[in-house]
């Protein structure tokens, strides 16, 4: 049975809840805002994963902003081209086609070709380890192999193997959640390419410094640079770089490549292969 001294305050607290509840009903009537029902209809249409690959933080602000402005130019890179026609017409434009692109590990020092600082005991997350020391690899740039970014992809795209990420290009969206999940910044974003030749290390020290972490990594050397009829590579601070738009994918690159695990890569798009076989 309740005191009669808590009737009082019972009392006093139900009538302060009442009153703020009365408040806050006029205020929710007062300021509400009609959401125009198509963004709804876009909002389904959306892949609603939240990624944030189109500029957006969330696939409900895509909506508010590509319905208000009808831009023509806005995409989301999952949904790719099949999505971009759904959004056409179903606002009566037609939306630019998405460049497709996928997401590429800057590293090939898998065990037995990378160098080991120590084998590694604590919290399997790479932020952790670097933070604690270089890491498991003496190059301080490599993939630091404990899979961090593998949580932050909800595609199911990436996985380890042998001390690396592997990253499955049929099952990439190129959402770019995984990028800022990295702390070595080995992760990059590639045009998806029939044929994509790319310099598949990370590393910015000197050749021999370089060389003496890992086998696979680039030295420098500019062979790839004077072979290439294009002139699309460079070198910058330590490391050669392919510019994708002016690639061509002639191969000649990879054929003068010095080192002993070639730090260049080719890789195919296998749904493009699979598109222009049957054409």
């Given at each position: 049975?309740?005191s009669?001294?808590?009737?009082?305050?019972?009392t006093?607290?139900g009538?302060?809840?009442?009153?703020?509840?009365?408040?806050?009903h006029?205020?929710?009537q007062?300021?509400?805002?009609?959401?125009?029902?198509?963004?709804?209809?876009?909002?389904?249409i959306?892949?609603?994963?939240?990624?944030?690959?189109?500029?957006?933080p969330?696939?409900?602000?895509?909506?508010?902003?590509?319905?208000?402005?009808?831009?023509?130019?806005?995409?989301?890179?999952?949904?790719?081209?099949?999505?971009?026609?759904?959004?056409g017409?179903?606002?009566?434009?037609?939306?630019?086609?998405?460049?497709?692109?996928?997401?590429?590990?800057?590293?090939?020092?898998?065990?037995?070709?990378?160098?080991?600082?120590a084998?590694?005991?604590?919290?399997?997350?790479?932020?952790a380890a670097?933070?604690?020391?270089?890491?498991?690899?003496?190059?301080?740039?490599?993939?630091?192999?404990?899979g961090?970014?593998?949580?932050?992809?909800?595609?199911?795209?990436?996985?380890?193997?042998?001390?690396?990420?592997?990253?499955?290009?049929?099952?990439?969206?190129?959402?770019?959640?995984?990028?800022?999940?990295?702390?070595?910044?080995?992760?990059?974003?590639?045009?998806?390419?029939?044929?994509?030749?790319?310099?598949?290390?990370?590393?910015?020290?000197k050749?021999?410094?370089?060389?003496?972490?890992?086998?696979?990594?680039?030295?420098?050397?500019?062979?790839?640079?004077?072979v290439c009829?294009?002139?699309a590579?460079?070198?910058?601070?330590?490391?050669?770089?392919?510019?994708?738009?002016?690639?061509?994918?002639?191969?000649?690159?990879?054929?003068?490549?010095?080192?002993?695990?070639?730090?260049?890569?080719?890789?195919?798009?296998?749904?493009?292969?699979?598109?222009?076989?049957?054409?």
């Amino acid at each position: 049975m309740i005191s009669e001294a808590f009737i009082p305050a019972v009392t006093s607290l139900g009538a302060v809840a009442l009153t703020l509840g009365v408040i806050i009903h006029f205020v929710s009537q007062k300021f509400h805002v009609e959401e125009d029902p198509m963004v709804t209809i876009i909002n389904g249409i959306l892949p609603g994963v939240n990624c944030g690959a189109c500029g957006y933080p969330s696939c409900n602000q895509f909506a508010e902003v590509l319905v208000e402005t009808k831009d023509s130019s806005m995409s989301c890179p999952v949904g790719g081209a099949d999505l971009a026609t759904k959004l056409g017409d179903t606002l009566g434009i037609a939306m630019a086609e998405p460049k497709p692109q996928i997401a590429v590990l800057l590293c090939q020092g898998s065990n037995g070709v990378a160098r080991q600082t120590a084998e590694y005991l604590g919290i399997q997350d790479c932020w952790a380890a670097t933070q604690a020391y270089v890491g498991p690899k003496v190059c301080k740039y490599s993939c630091v192999g404990l899979g961090s970014c593998i949580a932050y992809c909800d595609f199911g795209a990436m996985k380890l193997e042998n001390g690396l990420v592997v990253i499955d290009k049929d099952l990439c969206t190129g959402c770019e959640a995984c990028i800022s999940a990295c702390p070595t910044g080995v992760l990059t974003m590639q045009p998806k390419k029939t044929e994509r030749y790319f310099i598949a290390c990370n590393s910015h020290d000197k050749g021999a410094a370089a060389k003496k972490a890992c086998d696979a990594a680039c030295i420098a050397c500019q062979k790839c640079v004077k072979v290439c009829p294009e002139e699309a590579i460079k070198i910058d601070n330590f490391l050669a770089v392919i510019d994708q738009e002016k690639c061509n994918a002639c191969g000649k690159c990879i054929e003068v490549c010095p080192t002993k695990v070639n730090c260049i890569r080719l890789e195919h798009d296998l749904k493009a292969v699979k598109q222009k076989q049957a054409s």
